[in-house]
């Protein structure tokens, strides 16, 4: 590596090399942390390249049970692969939906967490577009670039991703990690409860090496699922009247893609009055408790806006909400999108609720082609023109994951983000 400075920067050489000679020994990580600050371009193996790494991970062993923080082996990346150190992940609802609802009897032992950030370490033959060093986020959502689905401006989807077989175990069957002679499930294609992760190359964004991991680690789901859906998916416009129900960190996403789309009226749909004052951080003018009202949520909203919202985002994953958040809608053009995951129940509706002339769509990571829209969504927190910080309310290590997943199943953070390596 010292040779790679010395090519790079004769002068950081030179007081390297001055260091070493008073007894100061840069150790590799050190090296590679300088470069970066350095704003330098390199491309070096790391010690760890080609060996099995042994790191802290949180395990699920099993549904319904408190995570385990283990020593795992995290095997070398093969061809077209990527082995990333994570630096910070945030936990999301989704990971505690497999834990606690969705329960996938298929599903289990997994690493969880799928909103993470990190550093390359090495890559597998036929990688070109990473190299070690550089900064990264995990998708969930691939984009190969290659099939149908990624050719077509219509869609996010990929057919190469972990969700085209195994949607409903929310895993591939092959792994690079393991611990105690078992294979561990990469949860979403991720997992980034886990100091080092393995993922194919088509499932990884090159980002911004100024962007700070710790905050744009939520835009590997949360942030970028809300934002879009407002202005991906149901296309916002301009003076428009949006609702958004569920004021969790996707729902406030989503607020936010609302406003910056020029929605002249957000009206912020939750239970728990105490979120409104998030909400118009984020750019709520409205908040209806549906709590406060003896009549259903669409009644009021209709009488609120003349009839109904323009458009209607549903940030909970409830099927009921689901309905009401259609109902609310406008007839003759609004539009109302599913954003809240769930795979459990089935979701109705009254037929002459779409004939009248709404319209009911789905997104999916708020319809980013996500190696495009991840680097972009970067650039915007860079720029001041989508917040990030104001998401996170809890920090911690990863070793305390599980007072982590206990804050977001009460109800009682935004976000929390998990330090995951030193």
Not at 403 to 421: D, H, P, Y
Request: proline share 5%; charged share 20%.
């Amino acid at each position: 590596m010292l040779k790679t400075i010395q090519r790079s920067s004769p002068h950081l050489h030179s007081c390297i090399t001055s260091a070493s000679a008073a007894g100061f020994q840069p150790n590799c990580l050190f090296l590679q942390q300088l470069l970066q600050t350095s704003g330098l371009f390199y491309s070096v193996e790391m010690a760890t390249a080609g060996k099995v790494i042994r790191c802290k991970a949180a395990v699920a062993w099993e549904p319904n049970k408190p995570l385990v923080i283990e020593e795992i082996e995290v095997a070398p990346p093969q061809a077209n692969e990527v082995r990333i150190q994570i630096v910070a992940t945030g936990v999301c609802h989704t990971d505690l939906y497999h834990l606690f609802e969705g329960m996938h009897k298929d599903g289990f032992p997994a690493v969880l967490g799928h909103e993470g950030a990190g550093i390359v370490e090495s890559v597998g033959p036929g990688v070109t577009e990473f190299q070690p060093g550089d900064k990264v986020i995990p998708l969930f959502v691939s984009q190969c670039r290659e099939c149908r689905f990624c050719k077509s401006p219509k869609t996010n989807q990929c057919v190469k991703g972990w969700a085209a077989e195994r949607y409903d175990v929310m895993a591939l069957e092959e792994t690079r990690l393991s611990c105690k002679g078992k294979k561990l499930l990469q949860f979403l294609g991720t997992s980034t409860f886990s100091e080092y992760t393995v993922l194919n190359q088509i499932a990884v964004a090159k980002i911004d090496p100024a962007a700070p991991l710790d905050k744009v680690c939520l835009l590997g789901c949360g942030v970028c699922t809300g934002f879009g859906a407002a202005v991906n998916t149901a296309k916002v416009e301009a003076g428009s009247t949006c609702a958004v129900f569920g004021l969790g960190a996707v729902g406030l996403a989503a607020v936010m893609g609302c406003k910056f789309a020029g929605a002249k009226r957000i009206i912020a749909v939750d239970i728990n009055p105490e979120k409104f004052e998030k909400a118009k951080v984020f750019g709520a003018t409205e908040f209806v408790n549906p709590k406060d009202h003896s009549r259903p949520i669409n009644q009021v909203l209709a009488e609120m806006t003349d009839g109904g919202v323009d458009y209607s985002l549903e940030c909970v994953g409830n099927v009921a909400v689901m309905r009401s958040a259609l109902e609310s809608c406008v007839k003759g053009w609004g539009v109302s999108v599913l954003v809240g995951w769930t795979d459990l129940h089935d979701f109705a509706a009254r037929p002459i609720q779409l004939i009248s002339g709404r319209t009911w769509k789905g997104t999916l990571f708020g319809g980013f082609k996500s190696k495009d829209g991840v680097p972009e969504m970067v650039k915007f927190y860079l720029d001041r023109k989508v917040k990030l910080d104001e998401f996170i309310t809890h920090s911690m290590t990863l070793e305390k994951v599980n007072e982590a997943v206990e804050l977001m199943k009460n109800g009682q953070c935004i976000r929390t983000v998990l330090r995951v390596s030193p």
